[in-house]
C-alpha cells in the first residue's frame, strides 16, 4: 500500500560522491520525518540522517556530519541524501524509513521502510 523505494547507491571510490533517493508512493513525504539509516557488515543499523516533516530540521549523525546531505523534493515526493567525501567506513545497506512524527533514530518507531539500497565505498 504505502510504499519507499530506495536507489542510487553503488560503488565508488574514497573521496567520491553519491545522490540517494528514497521515494515515496501512497502518501506525500512532507507530512512524514523520514530518516536515513544503514547497516554496515558486522554492525547493527543506525541512524545516519533525518528530515523532520516539510523540511523544518534536519539532523546528522557526528560520523557522517559535514558530508551527507538531506533535502526534499516536494514535487517529486523524493528525499534525497547527498554523500559527498565518502569514506571506505561509509559502506552499508543504506534504508530509508517514515513516520508520523518527531526525528528519531530507534528503529521500531518506523512505521514504513525501503528495500535499501548497498553502497560500497572501496579504491
Known amino acids: 500500500q504505502l510504499q519507499l523505494v530506495e536507489s542510487g547507491g553503488g560503488l565508488v571510490q574514497p573521496g567520491g560522491s553519491l545522490r540517494l533517493s528514497c521515494a515515496a508512493s501512497?502518501?506525500?513525504?512532507?507530512?512524514?520525518?523520514i530518516s536515513w539509516f544503514r547497516q554496515a557488515p558486522g554492525k547493527e543499523r543506525e541512524g545516519v540522517s533525518c528530515?523532520?516533516?516539510?523540511?523544518?530540521?534536519?539532523n546528522y549523525a557526528d560520523s557522517v556530519k559535514g558530508r551527507f546531505t538531506i533535502s526534499r523534493d516536494s514535487a517529486k515526493n523524493t528525499v534525497y541524501l547527498q554523500m559527498d567525501s565518502l569514506k571506505p567506513e561509509d559502506t552499508a545497506v543504506y534504508y530509508c524509513?517514515?513516520?508520523?512524527?518527531?526525528?528519531?533514530?530507534?528503529?521500531?518507531?518506523?512505521?514504513?521502510w525501503g528495500q535499501g539500497t548497498q553502497v560500497t565505498v572501496s579504491s
Open positions: 524509513a517514515a513516520r508520523r512524527t518527531l526525528c528519531l533514530y530507534a528503529i521500531s518507531a518506523y512505521n514504513y
Open positions: 528530515t523532520s516533516t516539510s523540511g523544518r530540521s534536519t
Open positions: 501512497g502518501f506525500n513525504l512532507d507530512y512524514y520525518v
